[in-house]
């Protein structure tokens, strides 16, 4: 069975910048529909982008333009880089694959102000 594992989170002041990893283990991400989430602390998970080999990257609106995701499939990983990070974007981001659906077990991003 697949499993994701997420790498790449930490603490970081406003306006920094981080790169989530998202590899998978006993398998390969290179065929599936992937997604990036994210659950503040008290609130629901979001949907903060995907990325599909046939439609390409998608992203919510509070995240366009500062966040880019991308996936070396030579590497079978799936990345997310986050610049210009707001204390909002603080929380739990898990990688998820649509189809089998697979959660990785989240990396902590916290942007203090």
């Known amino acids: 069975q697949v499993q994701l594992v997420e790498s ?12 989530l990893s998202c590899t998978a283990s006993g398998g390969t ?13 008290g609130k629901e998970r979001e949907r903060v ?6 439609a390409g990257a998608d992203y919510d ?5 500062r966040f880019t995701v991308s996936r070396d499939n ?15 974007d603080t929380g739990l981001y898990y990688c998820r694959s ?6 990785g077990q ?5 942007v203090s102000s």
């Open 29 to 41: 991400l290179n065929y599936y529909d992937l997604g990036w989430f994210r659950q503040a602390p």
């Open 8 to 19: 790449g989170g930490g603490l970081v002041q406003a306006g920094g910048s981080l790169r």
């Open 98 to 103: 649509y189809a089998p659906n697979y959660w």
């Open 49 to 54: 982008s995907c990325i599909s080999n046939a």
């Open 74 to 88: 030579a590497k079978s990983t799936v990345y997310l880089q986050m610049n210009s990070l707001k204390p909002e």
């Open 106 to 110: 989240g990396t902590q991003v916290t």
């Open 61 to 65: 609106d509070s995240v366009k333009g």
